[in-house]
């Protein structure tokens, strides 16, 4: 049995999906009787007696810089705090590694998307995302070899897929546990519905779609205000950091400036959940986007591009529709639920059943289970034959 672990990972808390997932993790570890060190940048867990963080003073800006930073500085602070099975987060540090977890393979995005992730369009910003982009394939390159890491996880078959293909040497290795969704906190609200809503003066009659994260050009934000401004009668709720000036620019040019609205981000994205009637998530790549499961816990018809996690979750005309990464697919989607009341709310409740299926305590029973697996192999060669969970 596994009774301490050192987690390594750039952020533990917010924003993103895969730092609430490490959030969650270490807390369901915690809570189990493990000691948890965290080696990172920044760490938001609370207090707790098993808990120890090493900060890794790096620069959070530019990434180009900040990564190789933390490569080099986080490969030292393992060497000298790490203690027990040592559990990374991608490809981020040079040192063996008992168990890294994939949340996005940079191969895998090259090959789906081709052009580096850059926030804005400029060519800082892009050159910014070129040389951050062959750093981190030559990083997978180098971190996920047997010799490296002992366990590859994933959080979809999707991403599995992508690392069997890259690193064939681990085909038929890879575990896949899935993110999961506080239920509880992401629900249907009526009261919430209202306070939003009122709050950006939307009336009760009003349709209303959400689109939320960063990264707006990969995650598709321009189908989406192209697809809303098709839809007559729809609103479009825009949660996240990004270009504003860009998209708000293009949003007038649609005609649909007065109907697309940016909230910017937000510690309490839950209230605009429970204050719209469809997701859309016209993303070029994803592993398994956390904002999926909570539009389904939240009861929202799921709009989203085929792309992994999504076509795990999704069942087609039942809690939702896969699309084209295309407007006028989105507004005919638009159209359909905003004409039919009943079907909205259909696809809503099967919706929100489907994200019952991703519950926390079981993604850190999964967890466990891989841990304990890892400590009772002999040698290299009987690791890389456990069993899955």
């Known amino acids: 049995m ?9 952020d533990v808390g917010t924003p993103g999906g895969m730092e609430r997932q490490l959030h969650e993790l270490c807390t369901g570890l915690l809570a189990r009787g493990h000691h948890v060190t965290v080696i990172a940048r920044r760490c938001e867990l609370s207090p707790h007696p098993g808990l120890r963080f090493v900060r890794v003073r790096v620069p959070l800006r530019p990434y180009s810089l900040a990564y190789p930073s933390f490569f080099l500085l986080g490969s030292l602070a393992v060497r000298r705090h790490r203690e027990g099975l040592l559990h990374t987060t991608g490809a981020i540090v040079a040192n063996q590694a008992d168990l890294t977890t994939v949340h996005f393979c940079h191969h895998g ?3 789906a998307v081709g052009t580096p992730q850059a926030s804005r369009s400029s060519l800082p910003y892009r050159l910014n995302g070129a040389v951050l982009a062959w750093m981190s394939r030559a990083a997978e390159r180098f971190c996920y070899r047997p010799g490296r890491t002992r366990r590859l996880v994933t959080v979809s078959r999707g991403v599995a897929r992508e690392l069997e293909r890259y690193f064939p040497e681990r085909a038929g290795r890879v575990v896949v546990i899935p993110n999961g969704v506080d239920r509880a906190r992401f629900a249907p ?11 950006l003066g939307l009336a009760a009659e009003d349709l209303v779609a959400l689109f939320v994260g960063g990264d707006w050009d990969r995650k598709g934000l321009r189908f989406a205000i192209e697809g809303v401004a098709g839809a007559h009668g729809w609103h479009l709720l825009v949660v996240g950091r990004g270009d504003q000036e860009r998209f708000g620019a293009l949003a007038r040019s649609c005609g649909a400036g007065d109907r697309v609205h940016f909230v910017g981000g937000t510690s309490e994205p839950e209230r605009y959940y429970a204050s719209a009637d469809a997701f859309l998530l016209p993303s ?3 592993a398994f986007p956390m904002v999926a499961l909570e539009a389904a816990a939240a009861g929202l018809p799921l709009i989203a591009c085929r792309v992994s996690g999504v076509e795990e ?21 638009l159209f359909t639920l905003g004409a039919d009341a009943a079907l909205r709310i259909a696809v809503g409740r099967a919706s929100r059943q489907s994200s019952a299926r991703y519950v ?3 993604v850190v029973d999964a967890y466990v289970r891989v841990y304990d697996s890892l400590a009772g192999a002999e040698h290299p ?4 034959r456990t069993p899955t969970p």
């Open 109 to 111: 995005y090259r090959a």
């Open 381 to 384: 060669a009987s690791r890389e």
């Open 313 to 333: 979750l999704i069942e087609e005309g039942h809690d939702g529709w896969m699309v084209e990464r295309d407007a006028a697919a989105i507004t005919e989607r």
């Open 2 to 10: 596994i009774d301490s672990v050192t987690m390594v990972a750039h």
């Open 189 to 199: 609200d009526r009261g919430a519905r209202v306070a939003a809503r009122d709050e």
């Open 284 to 286: 070029a790549y994803e």
């Open 360 to 362: 926390w305590g079981e």
